[in-house]
DNA sequence: TATTGTTATACTCTATAACTATA
DNA sequence: TATAGTTATAGAGTATAACAATA
């Protein structure tokens, strides 16, 4: 594989039979410079500034697991849906209920569990940041036809299910 | 706005005139999920092993800046293409010339600046990360065709376009 | 004795500040 | 006095280990 462009027509198309290594050598630099666009742009910060909720990135994303739960959950099963160990959100939820954005309460089925559920504010404040992200979204999309952003939805989807599949295959 | 799916197709509608906050409502979940996937997934860290590098992530990183260049770089033309700042990448050329995979050189043109310059086994190292990360991929878009893929790519380079320019922009 | 969560500690990646050498 | 790079230090985000309480 030569990954300089200049070297790139003549050598790459003999390495496969059809021609997939070609695609992949725009796709995956488009796939990282998307990640570096999200990342290094800053762009959750600025959400988090202009709700104004004064919470760094994982508190808030604890907040918007549970708003899009809309249920309590157990620290466990935050912790299984942000792909995180329980530690680390134990530490967001000690923050949040600070703060009074969120409650434990201690679960009904099981006395060694808790639940913790958003306070009105702390649903307030997981909605205005999602107002924030979505409006930069939409602002930064104003131009795509509703066709685009549903194929681009729909790609992504796949790709990220193929990708998961066979991340937890290899 | 509401995200609670349940409630979803009901509310959303009246929000914006085009629709455009429902495609949003798919579309970025997806976004997150992708970059759950590629990153909890440890995707880079299996490709760092595959190829046997003893690498860590920032370190690899610079020397696919100098693979894709095809040229040597200076320290600051590094940092800007990986988007971080210049001691992050001063860290990870000292551990690379420790491993004798870059070798500094003064630019002839400015004594000031130094010029990295990847040795032949910090080029096959980075080849064969690469190749790891490339085969990956291809794996897991096997069932793919040439127009799904390159559908994709057409999709996410303009996405990132986008996104680039509105955080430039805002 | 297995599981849920917490506390304490350590690790990875990257930034800021202070400095050196050349321009 | 401005710029390229380095050194030293600090911060954000997350993991691991040891422990407590309940099952």
Chains 1, 2 share one sequence.
């Not at 070609?22 to 990282?32: G, I, N, S, Y």
């Not at 808030?60 to 959950?73: E, G, K, S, T, W």
């Not at 680390?88 to 099981?110: G, I």
């Amino acid at each position: 594989m030569d990954v300089n462009p200049r070297a790139r027509a003549s050598s790459d198309a003999a390495e496969t039979g059809g021609g997939g290594e070609l695609d992949l050598m725009v796709l995956l630099p488009r796939l990282a410079r998307l990640g570096t666009a999200i990342n290094r742009g800053n762009l959750v910060e600025r959400a988090l500034e202009r709700a104004g909720t004064g919470l760094d990135r994982p508190a808030v994303n604890v907040l918007v697991q549970l708003r899009m739960a809309d249920a309590p959950l157990r620290v466990g099963e935050i912790a299984h849906r942000m792909q995180v160990v329980g530690p680390h959100v134990t530490r967001q939820v000690n923050e949040l209920e600070r703060r009074l954005l969120v409650r434990r309460v201690v679960d009904p089925d099981d006395q060694r569990a808790r639940l913790i559920e958003p306070t009105p504010e702390g649903t307030a404040c997981a909605d205005r940041y999602l107002k924030a992200v979505f409006g930069f979204f939409d602002r930064a999309l104003a131009d795509w036809s509703a066709e685009d952003r549903r194929a681009l939805g729909s790609l992504l989807g796949r790709f990220t299910d193929d990708l998961t599949a066979h991340l937890a295959a290899e």
